[in-house]
């Protein structure tokens, strides 16, 4: 005998309020409604129900220069947050290990377009575009950086295929999502950046940017980036988040017991010791107190390779957050070098890695057949996940609560 189940059996255009469940399943298969509302629940097994309510507005986007797809990761939450259904229409990558992790965290099944600059963009279609090209030429990191100007053989310079997007598509994405390094604001390249927005401007977009720390979104990491929004048509009267206090520290992310396998080697920490004791041209390492520390430093595609990295005492050696391996710094510290030598320092683990950029522990899960040294260049090119999620839900936010996704016609 078929269960009787009541639902607002008028909103799929019946004449009842209560229906088998064959007659529910032809319902909702009506492409005017959703079954996004759970209104109900069947006594006999308490299964959830779902009943027809209002169709939740559509966003389409493609991901370039995708990397694990921190964007997909940061639209799926705020979709739930906001009541809106992102869908991927495709994504562009040309890494092998970021293409088998982007298959983990997001299915097999997305169409992958490979060299973003060799895309037809007439046979592809989008509402929102996201482009988060390559930082390694920008990068302060890089001294042989080559910046980002429109025809220089560089990484960077791929966001100038922006062009090939705009007069490609039969219909230009209605927003485009930019982020780049810190240093895109600095005086060697902020001119091409200038270039990159009256481009935008001239192509119809309003675009606004600004530089936030991930430390200031509730990720205990200092890693500054500069985030872009372009609107077409219009100004979304958008704010960018307000800074939270960070209330989950470093030392609460730190693994308590840690596979030796990430401690230095004796050469590799001695070299460190050696550069930082210089008196001309020192190059201290910054190592953490575990329990003392709050935020790590900016990670790296190479954790633990180069002076700037994170590296972790394996227990206190004073109240500080870290210590700077150098004559002065240790001095400061009243710390013996005798001391240090004697004790083991780490690099981060992949695990914390993943922590620090805001994947979830079903997510790291996924990749946990990955190497460490493919972990530490997946998350060092990536994006702080929660950052992402405090724009996303602010510019979209905005833009709901203005009526402008609807004057928008999403997924048109």
């Given at each position: 005998m078929e269960n009787i189940i009541e639902f607002p059996a008028k909103e799929a255009g019946a004449n009842k309020t209560i229906a088998s469940e064959v007659e529910l399943a032809q319902a909702v298969g009506n492409e005017n409604i959703s079954t996004y509302s759970?209104?109900?629940?069947?006594?006999?097994?308490?299964?959830?129900?779902?009943?027809?309510?209002?169709?939740?507005?559509?966003?389409?986007?493609?991901?370039?220069?995708?990397?694990?797809?921190?964007?997909?990761?940061?639209?799926?939450?705020?979709?739930?947050?906001?009541?809106?259904?992102?869908?991927?229409?495709?994504?562009?990558?040309?890494?092998?290990?970021?293409?088998?992790?982007?298959?983990?965290?997001?299915?097999?099944?997305?169409?992958?377009?490979?060299?973003?600059?060799?895309?037809?963009?007439?046979?592809?279609?989008?509402?929102?575009?996201?482009?988060?090209?390559?930082?390694?030429?920008?990068?302060?990191?890089?001294?042989?950086?080559?910046?980002?100007?429109?025809?220089?053989?560089?990484?960077?310079?791929?966001?100038?295929?922006?062009?090939?997007?705009?007069?490609?598509?039969?219909?230009?994405?209605?927003?485009?999502?930019?982020?780049?390094?810190?240093?895109?604001?600095?005086?060697?390249?902020?001119?091409?950046?200038?270039?990159?927005?009256?481009?935008?401007?001239?192509?119809?977009?309003?675009?606004?940017?600004?530089?936030?720390?991930?430390?200031?979104?509730?990720?205990?990491?200092?890693?500054?980036?500069?985030?872009?929004?372009?609107?077409?048509?219009?100004?979304?009267?958008?704010?960018y988040p307000a800074p939270i206090p960070l209330e989950t520290k470093l030392c609460d992310v730190l693994e308590k017991n840690p596979s030796p396998q990430f401690n230095l080697t004796p050469k590799a920490k001695a070299g460190f010791i050696s550069r930082g004791m210089r008196d001309v041209k020192s190059y201290p390492i910054r190592v953490h107190n575990p329990s003392k520390c709050d935020k790590a430093f900016t990670i790296s595609t190479r954790s633990g390779s180069r002076n700037y990295d994170n590296f972790i005492f394996e227990k206190d050696v004073t109240d500080d957050k870290f210590i700077k391996l150098s004559k002065k710094g240790l001095a400061k510290a009243g710390v013996d070098l005798n001391a240090i030598e004697d004790m083991n320092i780490r690099k981060l683990t992949p695990n914390e890695c993943m922590v620090l950029m805001g994947l979830k522990k079903e997510e790291r899960e996924k990749l946990k057949d990955f190497t460490p040294n493919e972990i530490y260049k997946l998350t060092g090119n990536s994006i702080v996940i929660p950052v992402l999620i405090s724009i996303f839900n602010e510019y979209f936010k905005a833009l709901k609560d203005n009526g402008k996704l609807d004057d928008m016609d999403m997924a048109s």
């Open positions: 759970y209104q109900g629940v069947e006594k006999d097994n308490d299964k959830i129900i779902p009943f027809p309510g209002k169709k939740r507005p559509q966003i389409t986007y493609i991901e370039t220069c995708a990397g694990l797809g921190a964007t997909s990761l940061a639209l799926k939450e705020v979709g739930e947050m906001l009541d809106l259904d992102f869908s991927c229409v495709c994504y562009s990558e040309i890494d092998k290990t970021a293409i088998r992790a982007y298959k983990e965290l997001h299915g097999p099944t997305l169409v992958n377009l490979g060299d973003v600059t060799k895309v037809d963009w007439s046979k592809y279609q989008c509402d929102l575009l996201s482009f988060t090209f390559p930082c390694q030429n920008i990068s302060i990191a890089n001294r042989k950086a080559k910046g980002f100007e429109e025809g220089e053989d560089s990484s960077s310079s791929i966001i100038w295929s922006l062009r090939d997007v705009l007069s490609q598509m039969k219909q230009k994405p209605k927003m485009i999502f930019m982020e780049n390094v810190a240093a895109i604001l600095n005086k060697k390249h902020k001119h091409t950046l200038n270039r990159l927005i009256a481009f935008l401007q001239g192509e119809g977009y309003h675009v606004d940017y600004k530089k936030l720390d991930a430390a200031d979104y509730g990720v205990p990491q200092h890693r500054e980036r500069v985030y872009i929004l372009c609107t077409l048509g219009f100004d979304p009267c958008f704010t």
